[in-house]
């Protein structure tokens, strides 16, 4: 059996599957975020339940961060220095008492997403790809060549320096450089700015923050597609004037066939699986740890 | 016998080695960039020369671009979107005439000093480590887990659109973005704006956009080390003010243990073998096909 964890900032999801049949949820639950104890105690009983009863062979974690994600660190496996109330230094072995042997991964959250959008969705049979999240806060998965980038710490380009629109006077939210992609462009920096989604010109402010993101990742990975979820990515047409920006900010560099060029190609798409991402992934993650 | 040939925009390089001893060049030439014709020729007569009297296993070309490295393309080997006079969409192929099926590889010329550098030089040893040249253009060359990467297209991070300097009212030189990195922040615009080399605040600008280089690059694929050369990075003073700014920049989001944090660190470095670089690379490159 394989056993998935996605530890989000407000919900945990926990699933297990067969070997034979990864990507069928056998079980699963999903469970608050509240402080690490209470958290940590829930996930670790749905994971023992299911190696008491049918053994598990591996298990796969992907979690919000930053995340110590390389194996050699003293610290793998924690949650470093995240502003989240409580959950600075969490080490997420935690969760995983009892367990004795069995293989067990880290990844970041959008790393998970990523390997499930990989596996079953909008990134299916893609070696080199980029995943997003707009959301609470914005982060960033990337795979080259069949490889998940998490060297020397994790990538974070959700913090990359974008250039400011010349109608945002907005300072910027993150606690490290204010105004930063995600200082400006996640859903709390929208909310602060003008109480509710953005919409007309603020749209096109946000789209000119995330457009900047797929060009940096465009320049960075060359990828063959940047899928882009999470709540502000669900702005309506909040993709369209992305992918409208993404091209007119490149201005054929990367050759005027690249897709980004293109805002009707499908260099920036929505993910196919939704909130089952995170999970697939891990699954994912798991069976990695087997195949080693 | 392996073979290397680097193109620069103004100087060919072109060595060969032993396969049992790569990296002791046992002949060697300089040629000055002409238009492609004679330049062309002129490799190709060196190339030629060795494969009749000693025989070529392979041919590594690390060149100046932009270049398609992708082996599958119809135009893989060519020149494409350059702006240099003479060079747009040239086939480098017409430099290997009479080898016949001697492997050749192509690479970009920073992934050609990348992978010197990693093989004898300043990034010995790292499997996750980036090249960037700031000088008559800005470029850079990425490895991650051992793996150039080189997907869709080639990472061109020299055209990352950088936030501006307050202080810095020059419109920028690149003919597709204006004022990106490369726009601002090459020989060519340094010489266009104070017509000497920078200096004082002037170095301080330059040093910002570079240092915002470093921390997209750590923040896409956390490496371990960034090598920067170059005629713009040989400015006196200038990688000790990338290095300053880069951690002002990243203000501590990726660890305050992160060396991009301390500017003693060895995170951001000059290249060890100058204008060697390039051919070793190459010849790494040559060896690799022989190892496929």
Same mark, same amino acid.
């Given at each position: 059996m394989l056993a998935a964890?996605?530890?989000?900032?407000?919900?945990?999801?926990?699933?297990?599957?067969?070997?034979?049949?990864p990507h069928t949820l056998v079980d699963s639950i999903r469970i608050p975020t509240q402080q690490p104890e209470v958290t940590l105690a829930a996930i670790n009983e749905f994971l023992?339940?299911?190696?008491?009863s049918e053994g598990l062979d591996a298990v796969g974690v992907a979690s919000f961060g930053p995340l110590d994600t390389s194996p050699g660190s003293s610290t793998y496996g924690y949650i470093t220095t995240t502003p989240k109330a409580g959950w600075l230094n969490i080490d997420l072995h935690?969760?995983?008492d009892g367990l004795g042997k069995v293989p067990v991964g880290f990844v970041t959250d959008v790393t998970g997403s990523l390997l499930g959008e990989r596996a079953l969705g909008a990134a299916t049979g893609l070696d080199t790809v980029a995943y997003a999240t707009v959301g609470t806060g914005v982060g960033v998965g990337v795979m080259v060549q069949g490889q998940v980038v998490s060297g020397h710490g994790t990538p974070e380009l959700g913090h990359i320096l974008v250039r400011r629109h010349p109608q945002d006077t907005f300072a910027g939210l993150c606690s490290y450089h204010g105004d930063c992609l995600e200082g400006l462009a996640s859903g709390p920096a929208i909310q602060a700015r003008w109480g509710r989604p953005a919409e007309g010109t603020?749209?096109?402010?946000?789209?000119?923050?995330?457009?900047?993101?797929?060009?940096?990742?465009?320049?960075?990975?060359?990828p063959a597609r940047i899928v882009i979820g999470g709540g502000v990515a669900k702005t309506t047409g909040l993709l369209d004037a992305v992918r409208e920006q993404a091209g007119t900010l490149m201005a054929?560099?990367?050759? #005027? *066939?690249?897709? =980004?060029?293109?805002? #009707? *190609?499908?260099? =920036?798409v929505w993910p196919d699986l939704g909130d089952l991402a995170g999970v697939h992934g891990a699954l994912v993650l798991a069976e990695s740890l087997l195949a080693e």
């Open positions: 964890v996605e530890t989000g900032g407000t919900k945990i999801f926990c699933a297990v599957s067969r070997r034979d049949d023992l339940k299911h190696h008491s935690r969760a995983l603020e749209r096109e402010i946000i789209a000119y923050y995330v457009a900047q993101l797929v060009v940096a990742v465009t320049l960075a990975i060359a054929g560099y990367v050759g #005027a *066939s690249h897709p =980004i060029q293109d805002p #009707a *190609s499908d260099y =920036i």
